[in-house]
């Protein structure tokens, strides 16, 4: 009843201390924050101390070096000449990492199963899950255990027709503009062959994608995200979870992770259901071939303990991710290094034409017929490696081959590109030479000398 009676202006008034009191909590938030930042860039200044660095901007880092325009790799190249073996990149003032460009450095990282960094990773965490590709120590060392089968010779040879198969749909579409002078984007085509041709092996399922990708809601979402990932990536503001998930890109981004996922999903129960009365392998190999799903849904531990549905789910999309987009871009590489250089594109034909004999399709004898086919392969991917870089995170200390060493939570990035132009490493780096890869060349440089498809224990980029 007092307080009823007391009039409001005599009442102490209490919004401008909460005022005050929030103002306090948000300054000590930011010291906190600032702290933190500032205490990882001392330690990051003092873990790289023994690895020169090209010139940087106090507060930009080396950020505004690279213009988006074509020369970024080249410039890393360049700045190998002057710091050998390796150098530190700065991203901002808080973030480094450790650019490696020399074998006999790769060799140290690759030989170790260090996981995937946790800085552009986890932007494709969201679509393909806790999969091979970014999984780390006793999940990834299951998984990869499990799948091992699925890479067998005897799996994969029978892939040798569907390939063929797609590459023959991809070649009639070519006829239309064989007899004109219309030019035409080539990835685009050959995406959609390598994506109709992973969808063909490892799940057996028919797309017609290369003739209706325009249409299949799948396939628009699995374009969708690989692009919109990219621009993530390129994005800085778009690196804060809160930002893109406001943003129109990042609800275009759910969209179509929704879209996928159920897909795979359907595609999974599916798959189950015809399973049900094949449980053995071998049982179900005498009615047909084998693919990656099959091997998925029936792997099995020492525990006789299988993968999870979501476990299956995430690594159907991480094949299907990292399965069509780095193949569609070496292959075009590829056939734009051929085009360049026509002497090698006839010799190319040539072996070709008489490894098949008449025939109009390769078969899995064939492909050791090809030699100097095989070693123009590798020419181009040298040159023009599908997956440029790649990075890790130790989780403990590590020494290189001169004695200099990085303790544990640094990024390490591996410069593919650079080492495949590194000119204390190849003679004449920018020229296309496939004899580089004769057995006798091969055999006098490192095995880390060419890593297209990286090496170690997290082979093929996982």
Known sequence: QFLEDVSPLTR??????????????????????????????????????AFPSPPS????????????????????????????????LWFGPF?????????????????????????????IESWIGDGLLVSKGQKWFRHRRLLTPGFHYDVLKAYIKPMSDSTKTMLDKW?????????FELFEHVSLMTLDSILKCAFSHNSNCQTEGGTNAYIKA?????????LRFRTFPYHSDLIFYLSPHGYRHRKACSVTHSHTREVIRKRKEALKEEKELDRIQAKRNLDFLDI?????????QGLSDEDIRAEVDTFMFEGHDTTASGLSFILYSLACHPEHQKMCREEIM??????DTMEWEDLSKIPYTTMCIKESLRLYP?????????????????????????FVGTSVYGIHRNAAVWENPDVFDPLRFLPENTSRRSPHAFVPFSAGPRFVHT
């Open 386 to 410: 599908p997956v440029p870089g790649m990075n890790r995170k130790t989780t403990k200390p590590i020494t290189f081959f001169d004695g200099r060493t990085l303790p544990a939570g640094s």
């Open 354 to 359: 008489q490894a098949l004999e008449g025939k």
């Open 12 to 49: 102490e008034p209490c919004w401008p201390r909460m005022h005050h009191l929030f103002a306090l909590l948000c300054l000590v938030a930011v010291v906190y924050k600032m702290t933190i930042l500032f205490a990882k860039q001392r330690d990051a200044i003092r873990n790289f101390a």
């Open 296 to 304: 998925l849904l029936l792997a099995r531990d020492e525990n006789q």
């Open 222 to 230: 699995v374009y969708e995200l690989s692009n919109l990932i990219n």
């Open 57 to 88: 901007h106090w507060l930009f880092g080396h950020v505004f070096e690279f213009k988006q325009d074509g020369t970024d790799l080249d410039t890393l190249v360049k700045w190998a000449e002057h710091y050998p073996y390796a150098f530190p």
């Open 175 to 183: 006829e239309s503009y064989a007899n004109t002078d219309k030019s």
């Open 95 to 123: 973030v480094c990492i450790l650019n490696i460009h020399h074998p006999d450095y790769v060799k140290t990282i690759l030989a170790t199963a260090e996981p995937k960094d946790d800085l552009a990773y986890r932007f």
